[in-house]
């Protein structure tokens, strides 16, 4: 407790560091004790980076904003700090002692010993120097397999926790809409349910760990039109309602988030970040969410300078905070002096600011920080001599074994074999040639949020801190015997053609040749995949289709890998290529993983979660269209996918058979009950994911044609079967109806048990009676599977 605050009980402790009270309690005593400017200081973060030596964290200076003044803004008190991590790159243990030294210095020096909430990026791992870089998000979907991601979250969440950190800013829950879009490496997948599963079990994770859960980008910001980064989304209610909002639904009611970040975009002239029917109406005051919301960086600075919709900065902090906006991030910029003064001339009232108030030191309390025995310490460096820094570096392993060989299993898990005409597994070949712009690029395998592409690459000759293995150095480990011939071809995006000649001829002198395409993360423009990375189309970048048709007119069998960050046009490779083998930044297990693919030493199981397009041009367009988005003859355009959702190949073969339905028909608050068995019936064991598709042939209003409502991961020995038992509430055959109401129609149904979304291998009819009934939040959003092993015959 600060000298500068009178104890107000017996025990000598301010009722807010009383833990024996209610935390309403020590919040309303806080708040009632602060003037303006201390409780506006609790509303802005400022932009952070750790002290390499130790020392007190330094303010970053970004191009966006003004330099930050510590010594001025700090006897207000702070909110948060930014990036501490994610800013510079840094020893683990010395940025652990330079946040702790600085939370010490921010709380001795406001008057109520309150000490910033720090909050980083996690997207594919804590995004620190030296932390375990894991697969994209992307992958996770490709993974179908909410268990594991659910167990990587919460091992990202533990060593956030162990050096400081409260908040993380993930998950991403924007469903892709567009692949053109720059960020779709940043999503799940482009179905609303898969998003919202996978994206749960990593808020179940990294909030079972302690660490503030951050949704993200609510909402619409991946439907911007023509897939360019914070361009206005062309949405609709409905689509919005039925496809955007379920995923932070389902993460908010069974994943217990804190905390959820504003889109940039505007949906039909209203922008997130002032939109108050969605960040109060929609989110707290129906689904009866209390954390709070922060701003996306620069977001509110935004409503003036890009969505001109505010005059002045206190405009723009006005709307902000009335919309629902706690929170102003990275720095401050309009929470701070111009929110002040409009709060002191009457054009912003102080019941916003003490409402916004409420919800952060809330947060504050419930994570320990307005405690009267709160350390700043650390538990990595707890029993460490924290007068000698230099003793300190390497304590800390934020890539440990554990969190390499999780990283393996997601990036095993997510491989999907698009295509084999029986050349692969490879059978010890003597001659490979490994071609193409990402053979030899050991960044190759991570996102643009990883801390080697985020923020490395502004350290030239700082060493990645973790091993990046290149898919050169994997193939050769996996093929000790075979003689391997490297050609980079052309580049990602040069466009240069001069290799190509050299590269056809290394593949006709081998027996196989594997060429290795796709993306170099990057962020506005500096890549070819990442935030602000759009692209016109679908074409591969540069030169790499002209690559790869010229190694199509090799004899040699062609084995194409990629290495991206979204789903490209192959063009001849889709009916010529030996094989296909897709991964989307897989992370730094992710060539050993490839590799093991080609070997046979990992039996491939991931499924597709954003659809592969026959052609360049075909955007925006995914699986879930209605009738008239699919192919037919009102349209000379076939946007018919080269791959489908869901798709994905294995080295072994399964039967589906014995499918009962044993509740056919059901009142529209009812559910069905369906089983099936699914076998091996290869020669090795391998993964099954079997898909369940609801396909509502006649609706009040236009339907996607199937959409996925639930799924299972198999994992079977040769010969071994299954009996999957699925339950489906009717609540899943529920959409918004013409009054903007959701509902469930009755009708008929198709139940759709598929290998893909255009591989239905077992189908129930079923039917739904009764009355059209009216859901609201509070409905049933998943089905249960459930497996039980069948005894062999």
Request: charged share 20%; aromatic share 6%.
């Amino acid at each position: 407790m600060n000298a500068n605050v009178a104890a107000d009980n017996t025990a000598g402790v301010s009722r807010w560091n009383d833990t024996t009270v209610s935390v309403t309690a020590r919040v309303d005593a806080l708040i009632d004790a602060m003037t303006l400017q201390e409780k506006t200081a609790q509303l802005y973060g400022v932009w952070v980076g750790a002290s390499d030596q130790g020392g007190e964290v330094a303010p970053h200076q970004h191009d966006m904003e003004e330099p930050v003044d510590l010594d001025a803004l700090l006897p207000a008190g702070l909110g948060q700090l930014t990036r501490p991590f994610g800013t510079v790159p840094v020893d683990p243990a010395l940025g652990a002692l330079s946040l702790a030294r600085t939370q010490t210095r921010i709380a001795a020096t406001n008057r109520f010993g309150i000490p910033a909430l720090a909050h980083d990026e996690c997207l594919a791992g804590f995004a620190a120097w030296g932390a375990t870089a894991y697969p994209v998000p992307l992958s996770w979907g490709a993974t179908f397999d909410p268990d594991t991601v659910r167990r990587m979250a919460c091992a990202i969440g533990r060593d956030m926790r162990a050096v400081g950190v409260h908040q993380g800013l993930a998950p991403v829950l924007d469903v892709v809409r567009d692949a053109r879009w720059g960020r779709v490496e940043e999503t799940i997948g482009e179905d609303p349910y898969l998003v919202g599963t996978i994206g749960t079990a990593y808020v179940q994770g990294l909030e079972s760990a302690g660490i503030v859960a951050t949704l993200k980008h609510f909402a619409g910001y991946s439907a911007s039109r023509a897939g360019r980064n914070l361009a206005p989304s062309s949405m609709g209610p409905r689509e919005r309602a039925d496809v955007l909002l379920p995923p932070f639904e389902m993460a908010i009611r069974e994943g217990g988030a804190r905390s959820v970040m504003n889109a940039y975009t505007d949906t039909d002239g209203v922008p997130s970040a002032a939109d108050e029917e969605l960040l109060t109406g929609l989110l707290r005051d129906t689904w009866g969410f209390d954390g709070t919301v922060v701003a996306d960086y620069f977001a509110i600075a935004f409503l003036k300078t890009l969505h001109g919709v505010a005059a002045d900065w206190a405009d723009a902090a006005g709307l902000a905070l009335r919309a629902g906006i706690d929170v102003e991030l990275p720095n401050v910029k309009t929470y701070g002096a111009p929110l002040t003064g409009a709060v002191a001339d009457g054009r912003v009232p102080e019941a916003l600011v003490d409402r916004a108030l409420r919800r952060i030191l809330t947060q504050k309390a419930r994570l320990g920080l307005l405690d009267p025995d709160w350390n700043p310490l650390p538990a990595a460096l707890e029993g460490s001599d924290l007068d000698d820094p230099a003793a300190l570096r390497g304590r800390i392993d934020l890539d440990g074994p554990e969190n390499r060989a999780l990283a393996r299993t997601i990036a095993e898990e997510a491989v999907v074999l698009l295509s084999n005409d029986g050349t692969l597994p490879l059978e010890r070949p003597r001659r490979i040639a490994l071609l193409g712009p990402n053979a030899d690029e050991a960044v190759a395998v991570l996102g643009c949020y990883s801390f080697p592409q985020h923020i490395g690459v502004r350290h030239p000759g700082t060493p990645h801190g973790i091993e990046l293995p290149t898919l050169r150095d994997t193939v050769a480990a996996e093929f000790p015997d075979a003689e391997i011939t490297v050609v980079r071809g052309t580049g990602i995006d040069d466009g240069d053609l001069t290799g190509l000649r050299e590269a056809a001829t290394a593949a006709r002198e081998a027996d196989i040749a594997l060429v290795v395409l796709g993306d170099r993360a990057g962020l506005f423009g500096r890549g070819t995949s990442g935030e602000g990375c759009d692209v016109e189309t679908l074409a591969l970048p540069g030169a790499q289709r002209q690559l790869l048709d010229a190694l199509l007119d090799v004899e040699t069998p062609l084995v194409t890998v990629l290495l991206a960050g979204r789903p490209y046009s192959l063009g001849r490779a889709v009916r010529e290529s030996a094989a296909i083998v897709q991964s989307f930044f897989p992370g730094e297990e992710g060539t050993p993983a490839i590799a093991g693919v080609l070997s046979g030493r990992v039996n491939p199981s991931g499924r597709l979660p954003v659809s592969v397009p026959r052609g360049p041009g075909s955007q925006p367009a995914t699986y879930l269209g209605a009738r008239l988005a699919h192919a037919g003859e009102v349209s000379n355009i076939d946007p018919t996918p080269a791959f489908p959702f869901g798709h994905g190949l294995s080295y072994t073969r399964f039967d589906w058979t014995d499918l009962t339905v044993d509740v056919r028909e059901a009142p529209t608050d009812g559910e069905f009950i369906l089983a099936l068995t699914v076998r091996n019936t290869g020669g090795r064991s391998g993964t099954e994911v079997v898909q369940l598709y609801l396909h509502d042939p006649v609706a009040s209003v236009v339907q996607p044609v199937q959409r996925l409502v639930g799924y299972a991961r198999v994992d079977l020995e040769p010969g071994e079967a299954r009996r999957l038992r699925a339950v489906v509430p009717a609540d899943l055959a529920s959409f918004t109806g013409r009054d903007g109401r959701r509902v469930v129609e009755p009708g008929e149904l198709e139940l759709r048990l598929a290998a893909s979304s255009a591989d239905p291998r077992l189908i129930a009819r079923v039917t739904l009676t009764g009355a059209e009934r009216h859901l609201d939040h509070t409905r049933r959003l998943r089905s249960v599977i459930e497996q039980e092993p069948v005894a062999r015959a």
